[in-house]
């Protein structure tokens, strides 16, 4: 296994609501630098242990996507889902959900990387992504930011 990251932020909102965001794959695009959406698979229409979807990713001019399976959907607690390429594990990507106070919910994104050997170092051609796991630091970083803004309802534009 390779490395482990998490990022967490405290949003104005309830732990139901910011599950519900999260969980929509469909609106991750909204949120994320670079994964750019989800479709659901097979019938899917909302996160459930089984469903898949495919997610769509862009980093520049580079395009590629992954096929997810939901891991774990449990409603203001928790959504995970693996996302493979070429039927080979990539990552585990998780976000977990705990009352904060006053209303509020501290939100835990991480990612753990699950690529084996030759995926790491064909890597940097497919994503044009040659440190991995700093990338995804700041992109957890700034998708959290920009989920954090529409929750509490901020719509200006993203940064």
Known sequence: MGYVIEVSTTIATTPEEAYAALADITRMGEW???????????????AAPGAKF??????????????????????????????????RPVALWRYRFEAAGDGATMVTESTEDRRGTLFKAGGPLASGVGDREMHNRRSMEATLERVKRVLEGDRSPQA
Do not use: D, I, M
């Open 54 to 87: 495919r997610g769509s990713n862009r980093n520049g001019f580079w395009r590629w996507s992954t096929t997810c399976t939901v891991v774990t959907a449990e409603p203001g607690k928790e959504v995970a889902w693996e996302s493979r390429v070429f039927g």
């Open 32 to 46: 994320s630098p670079e994964c750019t959406g989800g479709s659901w698979l097979g019938g899917a229409t909302t």
